[in-house]
Structure formats: C-alpha cells, structure tokens
C-alpha cells in the first residue's frame, strides 16, 4: 500500500510559478513509477508528466512541455512537479499519483494508487 500527500498548490498570477510535492510512504519508492494528473472543473483527468522509478525518464504533455518539468527524489520519497509561467488554463486540481510499473502510461488507469490533490488556481 502506498500513501501520497500532495502540497504546494495555491493561488498565483499568470506568469508566475509553483513547485507541487508529493510525499509518498513505504520503503520501496523507487519502484514506482510517479505521475501528475490534473482535473479542471467539468472537465476529464487529464496527464501532465510521467517519470521512471529512478527518474531516468520523464515525459510531459505537449500543453505543458517547455514550461513544468517533474523530478523525484528516491531518498526523500517525494516526487516534485515545477510549473513555470503558469496559465489561467493551467487552474485545476493537481493530483499525483503512484503505479506498480516501473514507468507507466500517461493513462490514469495504469496508475494504483492517488493522492487527495491539491488545488492550483492561476489568476489573469
């Protein structure tokens, strides 16, 4: 079993940037390969970044490529996701989440296990 705790979410200017963090629990996170889903009200979950268990791997989505970047840190169970020159389109629910595989999809399916999420609104 696996527990995820998101935090860093918050209220920002366009333009402007935030780091999320999501704490995980067990003593086999490497593992695990992470990702970052976010959901914008009446909209579907939509993938924003894929990493590898060690983090040798990542992918992002085309709408955020160039501006969020995702890390983890294996020693620190906590997998990060940099937003920079944030959109008011970017403004949803940021959820991370947690898969058996060692680098999975970007299909919210493939994922096991989720954190509560944490709200990101970007103000214009």
């Known amino acids: 079993q696996v527990q995820l705790v998101e935090s860093g979410g918050g209220l920002v200017q366009a333009g402007g940037s935030l780091r999320l963090s999501c704490a995980a629990s067990?003593?086999?996170?490497?593992?695990?390969?992470m990702g970052w889903f976010r959901q914008a009200p009446g909209k579907e979950r939509e993938f924003v970044a894929r990493i590898s268990g060690r983090g040798g791997t990542t992918n992002h989505a085309d709408s955020v490529k160039g501006r969020f970047t995702i890390s983890r840190d294996n020693a620190k169970n906590t997998v990060y996701l940099q937003m920079n020159s944030l959109k008011p389109e970017d403004t949803a629910v940021y959820y991370c989440?947690?898969?058996?595989?060692?680098?999975?999809?970007?299909?919210?399916?493939?994922?096991?296990?989720w954190g509560q999420g944490t709200q990101v609104t970007v103000s214009s």
């Open positions: 989440a947690a898969a058996r595989s060692y680098y999975p999809s970007s299909h919210y399916p493939d994922y096991d296990y």
């Open positions: 067990g003593r086999t996170f490497s593992n695990y390969g």
